[in-house]
């Protein structure tokens, strides 16, 4: 027949369906339908297997000859990017954990941590990924005191706390 293609299949259909049954990532349950296809015995063209998996002929026949090359375990095999580079390096984050970690040497701003980041060890990081990273990654909030004003008197202060502790316990 012209246009089907010569592959030596050693699965059996049944052994085939009874894959596509536990397969459950989707793009791999396409490969195996490939091969399903073609293990028929009115086997499919490439181009016809393609229409009806919805992908590429291209894409089909890399998957066989992937197939070809390493067998059912390769074409079912996965590979994951590891994505792109974090600006802050792993060895930096363990430092400004543990300089977190420290109460008397806090930070009283993420400013201040950006700084402190590009002076003592020479990482640049712009504001936004230094507040993902101590907020959010490293779960750290910067805590300041308010500053208090200059014309507060500290003895109203303790009477107005006194009076209304007493007011609320009763």
Request: glycine share 6%; with cysteine; net charge positive.
């Amino acid at each position: 027949m012209v246009g089907v293609t010569r592959i030596k299949i050693r699965e059996t259909v049944t052994e085939l369906e009874a894959l596509i049954q536990q397969q459950s990532h989707p793009n791999l349950k396409e490969r195996l339908q490939v091969l399903y296809l073609l293990q028929l015995p009115d086997a499919m063209s490439i181009s016809a297997i393609a229409k009806v998996v919805g992908r590429h002929r291209g894409s089909v026949q890399r998957w066989l000859s992937q197939y070809r090359e390493t067998g059912l375990n390769g074409l079912l095999e996965t590979h994951q990017s590891p994505g792109r580079p974090q600006v802050i390096p792993t060895w930096a984050v363990a430092s400004l954990k543990r300089r977190l970690d420290d109460p008397e040497t806090g930070f009283g701003s993420y400013t201040q941590v950006q700084q402190w980041l590009s002076e003592t060890l020479n990482v640049e990081a712009e504001y936004a990924t230094v507040h993902h990273l101590v907020r959010y990654r490293l779960g750290a909030k910067l805590k300041a005191a308010r500053p208090v004003h200059a014309k507060q008197n500290p003895e109203a202060l303790t009477a107005f706390k006194q009076t209304s502790a007493t007011t609320s316990s009763c």
